[in-house]
Structure formats: structure tokens, C-alpha cells
């Protein structure tokens, strides 16, 4: 069976991502640490989906080159 493919283009998660990344890597001293962790805690940014989008496509050639030969 053939799971969706992620969508790969920017969506609201990816823009919060960036303005919160933004908004706390202007505290001084502590910021872009903050900035870093913030970036790792918010869950399906765009890396994460190309990352995933590349695992499906895989797992498809793979099933289809099984099938071929």
C-alpha cells in the first residue's frame, strides 16, 4: 500500500518555525541558543518532510524494483 507523499512546500509550521527561531535569537546572550532549541523542538518543518519525503520515495523504488525482476 503507498503512503501519501508530504507535501514539501513552506507551510504555517515552517513560518512560525522562522519567526520564533527570529523573535528569540534577539534576546541577548541567551538568544541564539534559545533560537537553536526552538528550531529542534517544533515538530514537521520542511527538513523533516524532505527527509521523510525521500524514506516513502525509497521505499517505492524499492518495491518496484523487487517487482520488476
Do not use: C, W
Amino acid at each position: 500500500m503507498n503512503k501519501p507523499l508530504p507535501a514539501l512546500q513552506t507551510n504555517t509550521t515552517d513560518y512560525v518555525a522562522a519567526l520564533s527561531r527570529g523573535t528569540f535569537g534577539t534576546i541577548p546572550f541567551v538568544g541564539p541558543i534559545a533560537a537553536e532549541i526552538i528550531g529542534h523542538v517544533i515538530p514537521n518543518q520542511r527538513a523533516d518532510r524532505i527527509v521523510r519525503f525521500v524514506e516513502l520515495l525509497e521505499e517505492r523504488v524499492g518495491r518496484n524494483r523487487t517487482r520488476g525482476n
